[in-house]
């Protein structure tokens, strides 16, 4: 059964910080890994999905990577800024899609 | 881009009632559709896995005679909390799936709130 971690489970930073949240699985027969970001209370906004041939995706000041052999995700955010907060959701897909726990994200003026 | 809604976006309810939530894609056929529950400050965990015309398949200790799911249709699945109790306040979304399409995607629906009293 596909396991997915999320390291840190909580990270605050000041603004203007670059930052970098760690995902990993446990099986990595997957067809793509995806992050998403959720504000509280709310559903989820895909960030980047990363296919399982590619290596990386950026998005404005986000960067991922993807290292399927060694079951690992970075998402990389350039210059936080406060509206960045929220929690941050990694999640990997094969026949279903699987979530970490999650990194909550506070980044303080 | 694809999209689904689900409905209602929130319900409150009295315990021991039925609630039907509905998750449709509006502008592409899926024949496969997840549900997922998040309770407060935790991950999404998936329930079950519904194909179109055939039984959900079901996550181990999820109770299907409690959470009964219908994918009638290539764009609607829908999942009834039968006899509702507090402990099953919780977020619920769905999502569907593009496999077979050069995307391969879940497109994830906005979420259902749901308070049973």
């Known amino acids: 059964k596909q396991e997915v971690t999320q390291i840190p489970a909580a990270l605050s930073v000041p603004e203007g910080e670059n930052l970098v949240l760690n995902c990993s699985f446990t099986d990595s027969a997957i067809y793509n890994l995806q992050w998403f970001r959720q504000d509280p209370g709310k559903g989820l906004t895909s960030l980047l999905l990363i296919q399982s041939s590619q290596r990386e995706q950026t998005s404005g000041r986000l960067n991922a990577s993807l290292d399927k052999s060694s079951g690992r995700s970075t998402l990389y955010i350039a210059a936080s800024q406060p509206g960045d907060s929220a929690t941050y959701l990694c999640a990997v897909k094969r026949n279903d899609m699987r979530f970490g726990a999650g990194t909550r994200l506070t980044v303080k003026p | 881009g694809a999209v689904v809604s689900q409905h209602p976006s929130w319900v409150i309810c009295k315990s021991g009632t039925s609630v039907k939530i509905e998750c449709r894609s509006l502008?592409?056929?899926?024949?496969?559709m997840f549900w997922y529950r998040q309770f407060p400050k935790q991950s999404l965990m998936l329930m079950a896995t519904s194909n179109e015309g055939s039984k959900a398949t079901y996550e181990q200790g999820v109770e299907k005679d409690k959470f009964l799911i219908n994918h009638a249709s290539l764009t609607l699945s829908t999942l009834t909390v039968t006899s509702a109790h507090p402990e099953d306040s919780s977020f619920y979304i769905c999502?569907?799936?593009?496999?077979?399409?050069?995307?391969?995607?879940?497109?994830f629906g906005p979420g259902t709130r749901l308070t049973v009293l």
């Open positions: 999502s569907a799936d593009t496999s077979g399409t050069s995307t391969d995607t879940q497109y």
């Open positions: 502008d592409f056929q899926a024949t496969t």
